[in-house]
């Protein structure tokens, strides 16, 4: 199997668009957030027009409730299909948990049980979001803070039976793994050599804060240093995966976003060979 691989990207925000359009940064790929651009028309989709002339773009999603017990929202798979028809971006992601029920949406993104039960659920829903876009979809890994007494395994192994039952593919978020290893007390390692190697086409970096004994995921912080190390193991396991960083907090100008996606290149390049950093499709197999 091969995978496409973009290279290093960042995540696209408002406060960048200026910088972009002017100046046209060494960028690889810019992620953008998904119900940003839902909309009929204005300024963000004109900044998204001039900037997808220049670069790829993947869409990444916050409200899809795949594992939510509400119906779909027929509604919002209209747009997002919309979206993606105007975009044509590489691939579409969003996570693997629950954000609304009785049709009243919390602004989070909530942890599942991992049990049979929510796997049969959720796969069966993923399978249908993508028989209506018509094309598979990748589901990201959360940050996650408390735990269901009917769980029944940990959480690779759940993210993985629901992607070999979806047939889907997963955004791993490396900083995810290393803020919910901490919270919940299990090795990080364990989670990434458990995920299977052919389902992973992206990378998320970012960086947390501390709330007590716990770790949040607040995207205000650079990437640290426990979290390369970690994103250094995943190269080993996956091989060229595309890879970006997502700040959505205390944002900085954008060189200095690009000057931190150079140490994701740099560890890449020590671990990768130059012909695997080649974009474009790149055999799907890891090196370790």
Known sequence: MTRPFLGFGLGLRTDHYGY?????????????LTENYMVPGGKPLAHL?????????????????????????EEYLRSLKAL???VQPQWVSDHLCWTSVDHTNSHDLLPLPYNE????????????VQDYLGRQILI?????????RNSEMSEWEFLGEIAQRADCLILLDINNIFVSAHNHYFDPLDYIDAIDIQRVMQFHLAGHSRSGPMLIDTHDHAVCDPV????????ERFGAVSTMIERDDDIPPLPELR???AIAERIAAEILTPAQLETGAVRCQGIA
Not at 20 to 32: G, K
Not at 49 to 73: F, Q
Not at 140 to 148: D, F, M, P, Q
Not at 228 to 235: F, G
Request: glycine letters at 2%; hydrophobic letters at 40%; aromatic letters at 10%.
């Open 20 to 32: 972009i359009e002017e100046h046209h940064p060494d960028v690889d790929w810019f992620e953008i």
């Open 49 to 73: 027009d001039r900037i997808r002339a220049d670069y790829p773009l993947v869409m990444h999603g916050v409200s899809l409730s795949i594992g939510s017990t509400d119906p779909l929202n």
């Open 84 to 86: 993606i028809e105007r």
């Open 117 to 128: 039960t929510t796997i049969e659920h959720t796969a069966a829903r993923i399978r249908q």
């Open 140 to 148: 990201e890994n959360l940050s996650s803070y408390v735990t269901y």
């Open 228 to 235: 390369w190390a970690l994103y250094r193991h995943a190269l």
């Open 259 to 261: 000057a931190e996606l």
